[in-house]
């Protein structure tokens, strides 16, 4: 396959989020009918911005644009004459006839109780077919909790893909908006995939699994950028682009770079690559969005759809409306089949390369700015049910949690007290240590037999005199749930000499940068003997010889987690934490010889 | 002292934005400046200006059109 696809979406939403505060300040203020007037405008602008470009769209009606005859007649117009999707969102709900209706400002659908999710549902779905005949194919919203999407397909069973999440949107959006901006959906795929029952984020294993839609990301969002900064800056959204000020003299040619950075990973996932681009209203208002003015922010919006239409000029880019991808979609891709990306710095300059993982069992990612360390771990094995919104007594964290986040709990660890979460592995040599952290290097990527090898090019450490070459590779084998991780000695000044090596994993769980109760978690060992810490902050360490595992067993995310060493001679070891440092190690120690390499895995598993 | 209100273009703090926070300022008619609801900056158009231009450092490759991923 060579395929580069692209979505393109459209929402009249009559009432903008933004558009609607923006209006009530300063300046007098807009009415409601004016502001109807200037957000269809931009919905009929955006139209016609693509169809100049030969392009189709996915028109995602809202509820207030289903009693607006105009709105309505556009979409039937633009169906009939260039073949776009007639689709329906959950965003957009805010108007006057909701408020009316369900007596609140809420306006996000995953944070509704159930029963105002399946009212509001039924309303949109039953309003859309007494408006257009039909129900929809596709729908969406910022994010679709599992028990949201299990409810439109037993009642709408036609629905076959939706918008469902928005990548690493979470604590970094919520500061980014000085702590008013409620998306709290970390933790799921970048890329198109099927979600399971049980929770959104985590893909379907097999059909049993299988929430019958595919979901796609809320626009493509830069896999480096966006794990450190705000993710709202860096997607392909040209304004989005825009309020990062990442453009110079009206130009922004990052915008781009990112579009063929995300058609480079057709290399990584058996020729085919995705590309999402939805941009609301409220973004192309007469106002202007913050410091850039309408000029700018139209000029964003024209040119960046020329440049997808000069790559599918050339033959590079296919786009399909929401439906047509869905079954596109289920076409080429197994259940297990991994998405992989192998991403590197387009913005900052640095070099610094990241591989993202995810499968049904996990999504992982590798830095290798950092030597190989697994800087973020989210266990979709464990299938983490987390029904969300009022009622559920999570009214509003839709994250997937992690095991591993080095931005929100610290990473390699670089002050004296305490431990971060992160995977790496540590050298000892006549008491003197090194750990891979420190080691900046690149990694290439094969795929042979069913796994997906991310091979890094070898680092040196020197230790006490000892230079020594090590080399790290990483095996993803699809459907085992697991990572096999081998560290080499390729080369020692002294080859006679042996070193000590301590490959370990800081561990905790969570959905933010605070601590959540750690009481209770499981720590094991296993080897000559079995040994068992329940967490209870004391600084424990637990250890056996000639050791086969090292276990945790989190309860609050029904996750087991093991670090299992390839061979015997090893010790196995977990290490409780404390108060000031509430995390856990799992970690094998052995030595190693010049030529010598040392095997582990990585397994997560359901705990229940 | 008379209410703040907003300016020409909506501009947010550029001390804020280079701490991740996009925070609108209000504009001081008397005063003819800037200022931020949450953090002490206070500053003129031209300043503002100046400084969200410098809170581009970081973007090494804002200028750069890049071909290879590899």
């Known amino acids: 396959m060579d395929k580069f696809i692209l979505n393109i979406l459209h929402r009249p939403e009559m009432v903008p989020e933004y558009a609607q505060n923006a209006a009530g300040k300063g300046d007098g203020g807009a009415s409601e009918s004016g502001i109807y007037k200037e957000s269809l405008d931009i919905f009929k602008l955006q139209q016609q911005i693509a169809h100049e470009n030969g392009f189709k769209t996915t028109i995602q009606m809202t509820y207030s644009s289903l009693f607006n005859d105009e709105a309505v007649s556009i979409a039937k117009e633009h169906h009939e004459k260039y073949g776009d999707e007639i689709s329906l969102t959950l965003l957009g709900l805010p108007c006057k006839e909701f408020r009316e209706k369900y007596k609140t400002h809420d306006f996000c659908i995953w944070m509704f109780s159930m029963d105002d999710k399946k009212a509001v549902v039924d309303d949109v779905f039953g309003k859309f077919h007494e408006r257009f005949g039909f129900y929809p194919l596709s729908t969406g919203s910022y994010y679709m909790d599992a028990d949201l999407i299990g409810y439109i397909k037993r009642q709408y069973p036609m629905v076959k893909c939706a918008v469902a999440t928005c990548w690493e949107e979470g604590p970094k959006a919520y500061h980014t908006c000085n702590n008013s901006w409620y998306t709290f959906l970390d933790g799921g795929p970048w890329n198109p995939w099927i979600p399971s029952k049980q929770n959104t984020h985590a893909p379907a294993a097999d059909e049993n699994e299988d929430s019958g839609i595919v979901a796609v990301p809320h626009i493509s969002r830069d896999l480096l950028a966006c794990f450190d900064g705000n993710g709202s800056n860096f997607g392909t959204h040209p304004q989005n682009v825009l309020r990062g000020m990442i453009y110079k003299d009206g130009r922004f040619p990052y915008l781009y770079n990112l579009i063929d950075q995300y058609r480079s990973l057709k290399k990584y996932n058996r020729g085919y690559a995705y590309n999402m681009m939805f941009v609301g209203p409220g973004w192309m208002n007469k106002k202007g969005r913050w410091e850039a003015p309408y000029e700018l922010l139209v000029k964003s919006y024209r040119d960046c759809m020329a440049y997808y239409a000069g790559l599918r000029d050339r033959g590079e880019l296919q786009d ?26 387009i913005l900052y300059g640095s070099q610094k390369q990241l591989f993202w993982y995810a499968d049904p069992y996990m999504r992982t990612c590798v830095d290798m700015n950092q030597g190989g360390a ?8 464990a299938k983490v049910r987390r029904p969300v919104g009022i009622g559920t007594g999570n009214v509003y964290d839709a994250s997937y949690p992690f095991l591993i986040q080095s931005m929100y709990r610290a990473g390699y660890f670089t ?58 590779v990483f095996t993803f084998k699809e459907g085992s749930s697991e990572i096999k991780i081998t560290r080499r000695v390729l080369e020692m000044s002294d080859p006679s000499c042996e070193i000590g090596f301590d490959e370990y994993m800081t561990a905790c769980y969570g959905t933010t940068e605070y601590p959540e109760d750690m009481n209770g978690i499981k720590l094991i060992t296993r080897g000559e003997k079995t040994e068992e810490i329940v967490y ?24 087991k987690v093991s670090v299992l060493p390839g061979t015997r001679g090893c010790s196995s070891y977990a290490h409780e934490g404390y108060a000031f440092s509430p995390m856990f190690t799992l970690g094998l120690r052995g030595t190693l010889k010049n030529g010598g390499e040392v095997t582990s895995w990585l397994r997560l598993e359901k705990a229940d | 002292m008379a209410q703040a209100g907003k300016g020409r273009l909506n501009y947010r703090c550029p001390s804020c934005f280079m701490r991740d926070l996009d925070i609108d300022m209000f504009y001081d008619k008397e005063k003819k400046e800037y200022y931020c609801i949450r953090c002490p900056f206070t500053g003129t158009e031209e300043e503002v200006v100046k400084l969200n231009e410098m809170a581009k450092f970081r973007y090494k490759n804002i200028s750069d059109r890049i071909t290879d991923f590899d």
């Open chain 1, 374 to 381: 697994i800087v973020d771990l989210r266990p979709y094995a």
């Open chain 1, 320 to 345: 399909m409306t929401m439906s047509e991808f869905a079954d596109f979609y289920r076409s080429c891709h197994t259940y297990k089949q991994p998405e992989c990306a192998l991403w590197k710095d």
């Open chain 1, 415 to 472: 002050h004296y007290a305490g431990k971060g979460t992160i995977k790496s592995c540590k050298f000892t040599y006549k008491g003197e240590e090194a750990d891979l952290c420190l080691c900046r290097t690149k990694a290439g990527f094969s795929e042979e037999e069913g796994c997906r090898i991310l091979t890094l090019d070898p680092v040196e450490i020197e230790l006490s005199g000892l230079k020594v070459k090590i080399q790290s």
């Open chain 1, 536 to 559: 209870a902050y004391r600084d424990r360490e637990a250890c056996s010889a000639n050791g086969t595992s090292a276990e945790a067993v989190i309860t609050p995310v029904n996750t």
